[in-house]
């Protein structure tokens, strides 16, 4: 028997004829398989596969290659002659593409619809729950059971819930939206009105400072008016003899003439340096006076407040006061006190307010090196007003200090002072004894020298003064009783 070289798994029927090694119906004939499909251009006539059948029998010997297996899908046909593009219509195609790329690409800068979907849904169930509670409270208002009215709160707690929640993430979805809208404002607004010049910043800033320079002067200037109109006019109509109406507001109204000088000024003038300048002395005398009578005035204050008179009227017109604020919307007016303190906070307020106005001042503002000068000129008044007051405060402490008697000193005395004073006294032993090192400043010595001397010269001179004012006194009424002994 001829053996067939030819094997293939498809020979086989079932796992029996693998295991065996033969088939049992060789007689079977099997399936014609499928050729391929023939190529493009290529004619049926000129394919070299034709269906075969194969048998068991009589082995396809004369075949040099194996038969051909079915392809997992056809072949593409080729298209027709009328649907070939031409290059023109290839090049047409692409730059479509293109512009719709860049149209994407802009768009990419716009919100995303997704987002716009969420934020119209929230805002829906925003209204939802918003008209919920509305009809809930309405339950409320009603007449309910107890049951009935617990549900009704907690459904009202939920609703409050849910509508921060939502508040809450709609608010984050809007800034989401915010910032995807972002980079198309940034592409359509020019590089030049998104960054502002830093010179153009500082501009703004000078002219905000300006502002609240002006501003807080006219505030200012207003208080003490009505610190003049409402409560020392009626204290000088009022006529009480006991009352120094000078001593206790100074001369505020020299510094409400000043303050509306300085206001007129700055409002007409373009730069603020040049106006400060020129009006530093008279800044620095007006309010030298005030700021020196200061604490003598809260001291005679709180005296005068004892006598109910002048508390009564006092309180009546703080009331008046206190209602005209409170219409205006400020209510930290409390006693007359905060009044008089103003003055004093106002001069030390302008170093502050110049300083300001100078870091927003740019280098090349033609009021940048006036500004820089008055800035120092209001600091150096500041500085002397202060060394006024200093200088006066010692003369009253050592006048005080001399003018006490022995019972009041030793009054004064206290473990403190006992402490201080054996330091003082031990140190001084130390040094005359040569234990410890003297220390000493001729020039401090000779100026203490000279101090002592001019004491001593003063208190003479107010001595000699008091014994000529009584022998002035004593002579005008010896001539006043012989000129009515006369008539």
């Known amino acids: ?14 796992e029996r004829d693998i295991v065996c090694g033969t088939v049992e119906n060789t007689s079977q004939t099997r399936k014609v398989l499928r050729p391929p499909p023939p190529r493009p251009g290529v004619p049926i006539s000129a394919s070299t596969h034709v269906p075969v059948r194969l048998s068991s029998s009589i082995p396809p010997v004369s075949q040099s290659s194996p038969p051909s297996m079915r392809p997992s899908r056809p072949a593409p046909l080729p298209p027709p002659g009328s649907q070939r593009k031409s290059p023109a219509a290839v090049k047409q195609q692409l730059g479509s593409r293109e512009r719709q790329g860049n149209t994407v690409e802009a768009g990419r800068t716009s919100p995303c619809p997704f987002l716009l979907n969420r934020i119209q849904e929230l805002e829906q169930e925003l209204d939802f729950y918003r008209k919920t ?4 409270s309405d339950t409320l208002e009603q007449s309910q059971d107890e049951a009935g009215r617990a549900e009704t709160l907690e459904n009202v707690d939920l609703c409050d819930c849910k509508i921060s929640s939502l508040c809450l993430e709609l608010q984050e979805l809007k800034e989401m939206t915010l910032l995807t809208s972002q980079p198309t ?3 359509s607004v020019p590089p030049a009105a998104t960054t502002p ?3 153009q910043r500082m501009l703004e800033k000078r002219a905000k400072v300006i502002a609240e320079l002006l501003q807080t002067e006219q505030d200012y200037i207003r208080d003490l008016e009505m610190c003049v109109q409402k409560v020392l006019v009626p204290l000088q109509e009022a006529q009480m003899p006991h009352v120094d109406c000078e001593l206790v507001f100074g001369n505020i109204c020299g510094v409400i003439a000043f303050s509306k000088k300085l206001l007129s000024s700055l ?12 009006l530093r002395a008279e800044l620095e005398a007006v309010y030298k006076v005030y700021c020196q009578n200061h604490d003598e005035a809260i001291a005679l204050l709180e005296a005068y407040e004892k006598d109910e008179r002048v508390q009564r009227l006092l309180l009546e017109s703080l009331e008046i006061l206190r209602s005209l604020y409170t219409e205006w919307g400020c209510t930290n007016y409390i006693d007359l006190g905060s ?4 003055p004093v906070q106002r001069v030390m307020r302008y170093p502050l307010l110049l300083m300001e106005l100078l870091s927003a001042t740019p280098e090349s ?5 006036p500004l820089a000068t008055a800035v120092l000129a209001v600091k150096e008044i500041n500085g002397n007003l202060n060394e006024y007051k200093r200088r006066k405060d010692l003369v009253l402490k050592y006048r005080k200090t001399d003018d006490d008697s022995l019972i009041e000193k030793i009054s004064k005395l206290n473990f403190h002072s006992i402490i201080k004073k054996s330091n003082r006294v031990s140190s001084h032993l130390k040094h ?23 004491q001593r010269l003063i208190k003479s001179f107010i001595r000699d003064l008091s014994l000529y004012l009584q022998h002035v006194r004593e002579s005008a009424s010896v001539k006043v009783t012989a000129a009515l002994s006369m008539w």
């Open 1 to 14: 028997d001829n053996v067939a070289r030819h094997f293939s798994i498809l020979d086989f029927n079932c």
């Open 133 to 136: 509670h509305t009809e809930l």
């Open 185 to 187: 404002s940034l592409e």
């Open 197 to 199: 010049n830093p010179e």
């Open 267 to 278: 409002e007409a003038a373009d730069a603020i340096g040049p106006v400060f300048l020129e």
């Open 339 to 342: 009044f008089l303190i103003k």
């Open 365 to 369: 503002h033609p009021d940048r090196a």
């Open 432 to 454: 005359l004894t040569g234990f410890a090192p003297q220390l000493k400043d001729e020039a401090f010595e000779e100026t203490e020298k000279n101090f002592r001397m001019q």
